[in-house]
């Protein structure tokens, strides 16, 4: 049974920061590509970061610079670490794994405000 369970959502003022992690189990994690997501609220789902198998990194627009997406192979987990948190970055995170088959956790919420 595949399962990817986000942790690390809560409130944070602006300016400050979280890590995010998604520990996943019942995939050869260190074959999926690892991606996060997030929905703000009465908006659509949107592409936050990906970390390919072999490393590689890419990130929207909006956070590069602010969030830096890892992964460790040995423990199943990708995180998310976000700094510098702004308002508009309040959303459910997802964490999204992808090879042959994708797989997608529960979310967790972040909430950006003072």
């Known amino acids: 049974q595949v399962q990817l369970v986000e942790s690390g959502g809560g409130l944070v003022q602006p300016g400050g920061s979280l890590r995010l992690s998604c520990a996943a189990s019942g995939i050869i994690f260190s074959i999926y590509h690892m991606h996060w997501y997030r929905q703000p609220p009465g908006k659509q789902r949107e592409l936050v970061a990906i970390i390919t198998s072999s490393g590689g990194t890419v990130y929207a627009d909006s956070v590069r610079g602010r969030f830096t997406i890892s992964r460790d192979n040995a423990k199943n987990t990708v995180n998310l670490q976000m700094n510098s948190l702004k308002p508009e970055d309040t959303a459910v995170y997802y964490c999204?794994?992808?090879?042959?088959?994708?797989?997608w956790g529960p979310g967790t919420q972040v909430t950006v405000s003072s």
């Open positions: 999204r794994a992808i090879n042959e088959r994708d797989y």
